[in-house]
């Protein structure tokens, strides 16, 4: 898109099936599990070491991802165990299903290549929720190698560490506090599903109208100033997986777009090219000052219109469901932005994001409306 007072007429676009974007929402399902449980696993924790000193954290402290950039997964373990002076690692893992042959544990999480064989990963902890009967496990990386069976797992496509059901559940201890936890966990991705949705549908509204070219002779005009258009124009180079020559202008100039009268359905575009572009560049010192402040904003701005039954509400035009959808499609993408800007740039002006959806007002009575609207 040029913002030199040019229109573009677009008459057709090949739109990818899966973007970044939607790759990072299967990702975030972990992320939202891992933050949850923290303060839980350290008591844990606590309990494995009794009167010593225990602290766990993310690894990385505050500053952690739950997803890289350029895709891929992190070598890093979730959590780290301070135990006195010691530093122990813990994995994460969970089941969602009560049916389950075999649970399965990748290789590279449990052991290493030690002359041309592998051996168990010495002080590796697992931590293992059995959501269905609201019990956990934690366990070593060696108990894994020494009662798994190594074979094939077609979900994954690779080889992999499995422990035959019987095995497994022996270890399994039922805790009521995990019952609450696991409904905290569900509400989230209940929330993170209907959110991710908006996504669907703005892949609709433009087909529909990239359609309408070809079926009714109708012209596409991408107009410059015009923030419908430059929303359209970052998604579909989103879906083409293609990156603006001047992403650090084009970042800048979608900032002028946040004022006090932006509406929910507009702050959810600008959040999504701040999203699209932000992970595209490299930030000058005065770019990042200026994401930041906006940022800020934006989070000051969705949450005055937060209503006391637990919807999103700015305009008229839209219902609260749509509205509603508007601002938690924000909240979550600026979460994922702030966390990223830390992790990368070593801020302090943002605080780190403890858990996702920290951000709304009140996530349970915002979850409840939903589930009764839908």
């Known amino acids: 898109m040029n913002l030199d007072g040019k229109t ?34 350290e008591d844990k924790v606590k309990e494995l070491y009794p009167h010593q000193s225990v602290k766990v954290y993310k690894s990385g402290g505050d500053k ?33 299903k009560a049916d389950l042959k075999f649970y399965d544990f990748k290789v590279s999480k449990i052991t290493k290549s030690k002359k041309d064989k592998r051996e168990p990963i010495n002080d590796k902890f697992f931590i293992y929720i059995h959501k269905p009967s609201f019990s956990y496990a934690i366990f070593t990386a060696e108990w894994i190698f020494e009662n798994s069976q190594y074979g094939f ?81 970052c998604f579909i180079l989103d879906n083409l997986n293609r990156i603006p020559q001047n992403a650090n202008l084009w970042l800048i100039y979608l900032l002028t777009y946040i004022n006090k009268d932006v509406l929910l359905e507009e702050i959810a575009k600008i959040v999504f090219c701040i999203d699209f572009l932000y992970s595209k560049l490299e930030l000058e010192t005065n770019e ?22 637990g919807s999103y509400k700015s305009s008229l035009k839209s219902s609260p469901l749509e509205e509603t959808r508007y601002a938690i499609f924000s909240i979550n993408l600026l979460e994922d932005v ?15 994001i403890k858990k996702i959806y920290e ?10 409306l939903i589930r009764e609207v839908k």
């Open 8 to 41: 573009i007429y677009a008459q057709s676009s090949d739109i990818k099936s899966r973007t970044y974007l939607e790759y990072r929402k299967d990702m975030k399902k972990k992320a939202i599990a891992e933050l949850e449980i923290l303060e839980w696993l």
């Open 288 to 309: 990042l000052t200026q994401l930041i402040r906006k940022i800020k904003e934006l989070l000051t701005q969705i949450n005055s219109f937060y209503q006391n039954d």
């Open 359 to 368: 951000n709304m007002n009140d996530f349970q009575q915002t979850y409840n």
């Open 153 to 233: 797992v077609a979900a994954w496509r690779s080889y992999a560490y499995r422990v035959p059901k019987e095995k497994f559940e022996s270890l399994l201890k039922p805790d009521p506090d995990l019952k609450s936890i696991c409904q905290r966990i569900d509400a989230k991705n209940f929330i993170h599903n209907f959110q991710h949705q908006l996504i669907d549908i703005n892949k609709d509204k433009l087909s529909h109208l990239l359609q309408g070219v070809i079926d009714e002779d109708k012209i596409v005009k991408i107009m410059p100033k015009d923030l419908d258009s430059f929303f359209n124009v």
């Open 64 to 96: 952690f991802l739950w997803f890289l950039r350029k895709g891929g997964v992190t070598r890093e373990p979730d959590y780290i165990a301070k135990v006195e002076d010691k530093k122990i690692e813990f994995e994460f893992q969970y089941a969602e």
């Open 338 to 352: 702030i966390q990223d800007i830390i992790y990368y740039y070593s801020v302090s002006e943002l605080q780190p």
